[in-house]
T-cell receptor, first 113, second 113 residues
Framework: EPEVTQTPSHQVTQMGQEVILRCVPI?????FYWYRQILGQKVEFLVS????????KSEIFDDQFSVERPDGSNFTLKIRSTKLEDSAMYFC???????????FGQGTRLTVV | DAKTTQPPSMDCAEGRAANLPCNHS???????VYWYRQIHSQGPQYIIH???NNETNEMASLIITEDRKSSTLILPHATLRDTAVYYC??????????????FGTGTRLTVIP
């Protein structure tokens, strides 16, 4: 069964450093999302991406965050200058058609120290 | 998207049916009911979705009341591996590329041996 692949599975970074989280979506997916989950809290929507542009973003997704899909396969989330409160699990998801199920990756655990 | 209300936790004996309720009294006519689950800190996993008819797949059944104000997810023969947090989500097609999922706190189902 096809799956969404995220790398790395765990990343530790120092506060103020830039991090790039990578996702390889399922090949026929057209809509892409990033979510995050702070330990013990809800899964929160960050951003949706379609047709090579951001469709929607939450309040969390401020100027420190960016997404891109430069080569038509990898879908990346960049945090320019990490803060301690960015420590969380980050999940990538993809959807083939608007009203089908979203497939999530296994997540990247980001720890900012 | 309409809000949902779920009990925070439930227990179920292994081998018995697990019935997880969800209230969505403000659901609109064009909103679908989706169920996802999250095992430990893994990525959310799609289970089933429906609009107004009852649905069944290899994982579960979804029963939606006639007025669509509530639904029940049924796991027919719960196993220990079904221990997870189950999320009931209603979503509407806002526009292409959006349609993100809004996760609540869900129901923590514990399957007891």
């Amino acid at each position: 069964e096809p799956e969404v692949t995220q790398t790395p599975s765990h990343q530790v970074t120092q506060m103020g450093q830039e991090v790039i989280l990578r996702c390889v979506p399922i090949s026929n997916h057209l809509y892409f999302y990033w979510y995050r989950q702070i330990l013990g809290q809800k899964v929160e929507f960050l951003v949706s991406f379609y047709n090579n542009e951001i469709s929607e973003k939450s309040e969390i997704f401020d100027d420190q965050f960016s997404v891109e899909r430069p080569d038509g396969s990898n879908f990346t989330l960049k945090i320019r200058s990490t803060k301690l409160e960015d420590s969380a699990m980050y999940f990538c998801a993809g959807v083939e058609l608007l009203n089908t199920e979203a497939f999530f990756g296994q997540g990247t655990r980001l720890t900012v120290v | 998207d309409a809000k949902t209300t779920q009990p925070p936790s439930m227990d179920c004996a292994e081998g018995r049916a697990a019935n997880l309720p969800c209230n969505h009294s403000t659901i609109s006519g064009n909103e679908y009911v989706y169920w996802y689950r999250q095992i430990h800190s893994q990525g959310p996993q799609y289970i089933i979705h429906g609009l107004k008819n009852n649905e069944t797949n290899e994982m579960a059944s979804l029963i939606i009341t006639e007025d669509r104000k509530s639904s029940t997810l049924i796991l027919p023969h719960a196993t220990l591996r079904d221990t997870a947090v189950y999320y009931c989500i209603v979503r509407v097609l806002i526009k292409a590329g959006a349609n993100n999922l809004f996760f609540g706190t869900g129901t923590r189902l514990t399957v007891i041996p």
